[in-house]
């Protein structure tokens, strides 16, 4: 079963406008975090933000911020002001448990952005 | 200068051909791994290497086989490959001690011809 899941294969977005990138995440663990990475076309993946399952506030980096509904299990990465370097994919992320010292990640589809001058 | 580092960028190789590709970190981590990302289908998780130990093989073929000489090197020995191994191979490194965040190098673009 698909642990994480990206509705939108392809978003535009206007310049200088906010977007939201849907993820709906499933897991039984209580413990788990969830990240957004972009992938621009040179290919790296760049970490954007982080929420854990326990962080009581929603998490925010600069433009980008995670609308963390956990009830919903949604994860919803909302990026302001879009700029046309926003162009990219983007990737929802989650790491069960913590049981492990490293990072067992499992990646979503990916969501194509790209934002219109 | 670059976290991670992956050489080469670029790799065309026949089936009967074999190569390695390099991943190297600069920022002392203690985790790495290796990624396989195929058109039209999510990142997967080949190889996990914590204190240079193996603790993750994802049932991925044995013509794929991995080396982690030290905590800051990682090598994918690749050998009697198929077309369907065409992909983006990303090496990616974290702390190792349960913190979050990976960091992941510019990848290497594989063509299996």
């Known amino acids: 079963a698909q642990k994480i899941t990206q509705t939108q294969p392809g978003m535009f977005v206007q310049e200088k406008e906010a977007v939201t990138l849907d993820c709906t995440y499933d897991?039984?663990?209580?413990?788990?975090?969830l990240f957004w990475y972009k992938q621009p076309s040179s290919g790296e993946m760049i970490f954007l933000i982080y929420?854990?399952?326990?962080?009581?506030q929603n998490a925010t980096e600069g433009r980008y911020s995670l609308n963390f509904q956990k009830a919903r299990k949604s994860a919803n990465l909302v990026i302001s002001a879009s700029q046309l370097g926003d162009s990219a994919m983007y990737f929802c992320?989650?790491?069960?448990?913590?049981?492990?010292?490293?990072?067992?990640?499992?990646f979503g589809p990916g969501t194509s952005l790209s934002v219109i001058p | 200068e670059t976290g991670v580092t992956q050489t080469p960028r670029h790799l065309v190789m026949g089936m009967t051909n074999k190569k390695s590709l390099k991943c190297e970190q600069h920022?002392?981590?203690?985790?790495m791994y290796w990624y396989k990302q195929s058109a039209k289908k999510p990142l997967e998780l080949m190889f996990v290497?914590?204190?240079?130990?193996?603790?993750e093989n994802n049932s991925v073929p044995s013509r794929f086989s991995p080396e982690c000489p030290n905590s800051s090197h990682l090598f994918l020995h690749l050998h009697t490959l198929q077309p369907e191994d065409s992909a983006l191979y990303l090496c990616?490194?974290?702390?190792?001690?349960?913190?979050?965040?990976?960091?992941f190098g510019p990848g290497t673009r594989l063509t299996v011809t």
């Open positions: 992320a989650m790491r069960e448990g913590q049981e492990t010292s490293y990072d067992k990640v499992i």
């Open positions: 929420q854990g399952s326990y962080d009581e």
């Open positions: 990616a490194s974290s702390q190792g001690d349960g913190s979050y965040e990976q960091y």
């Open positions: 920022l002392g981590h203690n985790a």
């Open positions: 290497y914590n204190f240079k130990e193996q603790t």
């Open positions: 897991t039984s663990d209580q413990s788990y975090g």
